[in-house]
Nanobody
Framework: QVQLVESGGGLVQAGGSLRLSCAAS????????MGWYRQAPGKQRELVAT???????NYAHSVKGRFTVSGDNAKNTVWLQMNSLKPEDTAVYYC???????????????WGQGTQVTVSS
């Protein structure tokens, strides 16, 4: 089992910045990829950005050029730097991990508890 703990959400004015962090913990696992998703009220959860173990990144079109995802394999941690925030970025942001249990060789997908990001106009 992998546990994900997020931090860094909050309230910011439009045009401002926030940095989210997510640390993974557990035993006998290897992360294949980590990422961020978000869910606004009344909407489905959507991908924001992901980063693979090898450092390949993927972004939603709506955040390209404004958000940057980065990670540290040794620390099992991923960050999301969010710049030029807009009111439409308001949502609960969830950390996600694609992890392999190295003993059983089973793959699992795990979610954090979510952190609220609110951008005021």
């Amino acid at each position: 089992q992998v546990q994900l703990v997020e931090s860094g959400g909050g309230l910011v004015q439009a045009g401002g910045s926030l940095r989210l962090s997510c640390a993974a913990s557990g035993s006998s696992f290897r992360l294949n990829a980590m990422g961020w998703y978000r869910q606004a009220p009344g909407k489905q959860r959507e991908l924001v950005a992901t980063i693979s173990r090898g450092g390949n990144t993927n972004y939603a079109h709506s955040v390209k050029g404004r958000f940057t995802v980065s990670g540290d394999n040794a620390k099992n941690t991923v960050w999301l730097q969010m710049n030029s925030l807009k009111p439409e970025d308001t949502a609960v942001y969830y950390c996600n991990a694609d992890a392999l249990h190295i003993v059983s060789m089973t793959r699992g997908y795990y979610w954090g508890q979510g952190t609220q990001v609110t951008v005021s106009s």
